[in-house]
Every structure is written in C-alpha cells, then in structure tokens.
C-alpha cells in the first residue's frame, strides 16, 4: 500500500501570504491525487484533482503541482485569508485503492 | 456536502454488539465508500461500491460488512463491535465521470464501551 507524508507541523502564516503545504508519497506513483479540506467536526470537501501526466493545476487562489520523479505534490493558497484555516488532506488513488495523508493544519493569522 | 447524510451522527455501544451505520445521497452518484478516520491516521478505506449490489473491500475491512440494495443507500455493518473499531465513520459518493472527486458526509463518531 501506499504511505503518504504530509507537513506534520501545523503551519501558521500570516494573512495575505502564500501558504505551501507539502505531500510526498512512497512506492507506485499514484494515476490521480486530489487536496481536501477537512473542517473540525466535518466531512472533508474536495477542492482539486491533477492527473500523472498533469505537472500543475489551478482554480482560483488554490494551485497544485505533481512531481511524480520527487514522488511529491504542493498545494499552495495564495492571498490567503483567516477563512482558509483548516485541516487540508493529500489523497492518492490508482484503481479501486484511495490513500490519504494524516492532513496539515493551516491556521491564517489576520 | 453534495447532499450525503448519515445516521446516526453519534452512537455509543458495547463490545459484540452490532452497529449498522446508514449513508444516503440525493446526487444519483454511483459509487459510494465507507472510511474510518483515527488520531495519527488518514482516511481509511474499509468499503466501496461502485453500483447495486456491488461491493468490494478496501484496506481495513476485517469485521466490516455492506450492503448496498439501493442507489442512494449504502451501510456499513460491524458485525460485532469492539473497541478498536472507535472511530468517526465517513460516507463519501463520487459520479462515475468522475470517480476521484469524492464528496463526503458529516461523519458518525462512534464509540465501543
């Protein structure tokens, strides 16, 4: 199976910044890898997908990068806002088989 | 939250006891999973579904059992309860375009006593 590593720091910046939350990841490369959120007490929610043979992934303030040679995404908040505090996961999926990271927790500091 | 409920959201049992956890969704997604999240864990998945009445095992099954008799309900049964199983239980479903985007529930936090 897979082992999935993400910041086990909890990452605290300052408002207006650019947060950049690491994932590496062992054994196979996975065929897709997505970011959740995870708010206290909630489900957590999706916010982006990118593909092995995708090297960058954009929506909005959020951007995501793959590196299947480093075995290793960034996912980065830029601007951020005291609203984008939260737990954010690392998920990775081949086939029927999905694996998440244990999350980082980003607190932005207004 | 793509309108996926769960019940109960909080259940208190005792050891050998069997729990039946619910999920329903309202998005026609085919596929459906169940995982369990613990302190120091990711996500792990014990079951999904990819359609009625098929199922199949994921990475922590033992003592978990599904059933899935319609689209929008899937359970998740521990056949008898014990103490490792204490944990919070998501349900999350997925469109068959697109089976990695997965939308999750609220989550049962259940606890075996």
């Known amino acids: 199976s897979q082992k999935i590593e993400q910041n086990s720091e909890a990452l605290n910046i300052q408002e207006g910044k650019t947060a950049t939350l690491t994932c590496n990841y062992t054994n196979y490369s996975p065929a897709y890898l997505q970011w959740y959120r995870q708010d206290p007490g909630r489900g957590p929610v999706f916010l982006l997908l990118i593909r092995e043979n995708e090297k960058e992934k954009r929506k909005e303030r959020l951007k995501v990068t793959f590196d299947t040679t480093l075995k290793q995404s960034l996912f980065h908040i830029t601007a951020s806002q005291p609203a984008d505090s939260a737990t954010y996961l690392c998920a990775l999926s081949t086939g029927n088989q999905f694996y998440f990271g244990t999350g980082t927790s980003l607190t932005v500091i207004p | 939250d793509a309108g996926i409920t769960q019940s109960p959201r909080h259940k208190v049992t005792e050891t050998g006891t069997p729990v039946t956890l619910r999920c329903h969704q309202t998005?026609?997604?085919?596929?459906m999973y169940w995982y369990r999240q613990d302190p120091g864990h990711g996500l792990r998945l014990i079951h999904y579904s990819y359609g009625v009445k098929d199922t199949d095992k994921g990475e922590v099954s033992d003592g978990y059992s599904v059933s899935r008799s319609k689209t929008e309900d899937f359970l998740l049964t521990l056949e008898s309860a014990t103490s490792s199983q204490t944990s919070v239980y998501f349900c999350a479903s997925a469109d068959s375009d697109r089976p990695y985007e997965q939308y999750f529930g609220p989550g049962t936090r259940l606890t075996v006593t």
């Open positions: 998005e026609n997604h085919r596929y």
